[in-house]
């Protein structure tokens, strides 16, 4: 390959390809959510620093998935956004491959937070007397370090991965981001282990930490079922179903972008999905464990009561 068919210096970002009316009303809207994620997910890490209450582990990976959350949406959503109002919609080949990094080291890092939060929640309730040694903080900041790190060092193979494909035409990418599927398509060279290490890792940021989730909670399901005290059970339900609505929702879609059958789903759909990946589950998350969990709310009242009182 010679230098001008391997280097290329922009991409174009089809996006979504609406009439221009609509492409307004989708700025608005999708502008909305953005601000709503930004809102809640900073409310969130508030809270969570304002109120003693909530210096807990389980509070302590929350705040590191609000802090996810807001990266993962402002990795994708603004160049989204401008490319809505903007008639050119390209990307530098260099912000677009950093755009395909951020991307997938966030989203390894939340499926890697989850499971810790899962962790955190199957030591709390089924060995409640053992919890404050198995969940030191010393413990759960390993646990975190480690979530970010796995997460970034898997994104960098695929980058690596990448770096190494000629890319010489052509230079549309059927899609509102830099997404690591539609960016392989472009490539004029093989792209089978490419495809193959990104079936390997979605088994192993994917299956396997849903199939630790699923473990965990059927343990705590066993041991919720044996707590005599209703008010204890209910406190048990409540902060455990906020946890596996949001993992339902990222994982669900996830499995089914990486995992299912590409003919199953053609790239509008493929879309879709990481739209509501990218923004909505980032939107989504701060309202599930805001509306669904007592500790938040009474956290929320007592901080703007404080206010009050000043």
Not at 89 to 114: D, N
Not at 154 to 168: D, Y
């Amino acid at each position: 390959m010679t230098e001008n068919q391997t280097w290329v210096p922009e991409f174009i970002l089809l996006g979504f390809p609406l009439s221009p009316k609509l492409q307004v009303f989708l700025f608005g809207l999708f502008t909305l959510f953005y601000a709503f994620t930004l809102l809640g997910n900073s409310i969130i890490l508030g809270l969570i620093s304002l109120d003693s209450r909530l210096h807990t582990p389980m509070y302590f990976f929350l705040s590191h998935l609000a802090i996810v959350d807001i990266a993962y949406a402002s990795n994708n959503v603004p160049k989204m956004l401008a490319n809505l109002l903007n008639k050119e919609k390209t990307i530098s080949f260099v912000p677009c491959i950093m755009q395909t990094f951020l991307y997938m080291a966030f989203a390894h890092t939340e499926c890697l937070i989850l499971v810790m939060m899962s962790y955190d929640r199957y030591v709390a309730i089924c060995h409640p007397l053992h919890y404050s040694v198995i969940m030191s903080w010393r413990v759960c900041t390993v646990q975190a370090v480690t979530s970010w790190a796995c997460g970034s060092l898997l994104a960098l193979v695929h980058v690596i991965l990448i770096l190494r494909l000629p890319f010489c035409g052509p230079h549309e990418i059927n899609h509102f981001f830099c997404e690591i599927l539609s960016v392989l398509k472009l490539a004029c060279a093989d792209t089978r282990l490419n495809q193959v290490v990104i079936f390997a890792a979605s088994v192993f940021i994917l299956v396997g930490p849903l199939c630790l989730v699923l473990v965990s909670y059927s343990r705590i399901l066993l041991a919720i079922l044996r707590i005599q005290s209703g008010e204890g059970r209910r406190k048990a339900f409540s902060t455990c179903s906020s946890h596996l609505c949001v993992v339902g929702l990222f994982f669900g879609s996830a499995i089914v972008m990486y995992m299912a059958p590409k003919s199953n789903h053609p790239e509008e759909q493929q879309k879709i999905l990481s739209l509501f990946y990218s923004l909505f589950n980032p939107m989504l998350n701060p309202l599930i464990y805001s509306l669904r969990n007592a500790e938040v709310k009474g956290a929320l009242k007592r901080v703007l009561w404080k206010e009050r009182s000043l």
